[in-house]
């Protein structure tokens, strides 16, 4: 018989990873996290990760890199990074986004290491 428990995070409460991000609800094969007002005008470092990242912006401003293309994400659009492509985030305006990862990256330290 499968688990049918339902998980729940209290956003309050919510563990915050070394980057920022806001750990949220998980499951066996599916996480989420927050990115809450990341500030203008940084440019994060290059990274790939062992994991494939939807996400959906909230509001502010961004462009994504990967690849060699450039991708300008506003409020309601939302993107892929696939497992293993080399990509970073330049934040225009303050920023919040919501991103669901698979596998869930804080599971065996998979945000904290860059591939």
Do not use: C
């Not at 450039?70 to 991103?99: C, M, N, Q, R």
């Amino acid at each position: 018989m499968s688990d049918t428990t339902i998980t729940k995070v209290d956003g309050a409460h919510s563990p915050r990873g070394s980057q920022g991000q806001y750990y949220l609800a998980e499951g066996v094969g599916l996480a989420m996290r927050l990115w809450r007002g990341e500030p203008s005008g940084v440019e994060k470092e290059p990274t790939t990760r062992d994991y494939e990242t939807a996400g959906y912006v909230i509001s502010g401003r961004a462009e994504l890199h990967s690849e060699g293309q450039v991708v300008l994400l506003s409020p309601g659009d939302s993107w892929i990074v696939p497992k293993g492509a080399e990509h970073h985030y330049k934040i225009l305006e303050e920023f919040t986004a919501v991103e669901a990862t698979h596998p869930p990256a804080q599971v065996h330290g998979r945000d904290e290491k860059s591939a």
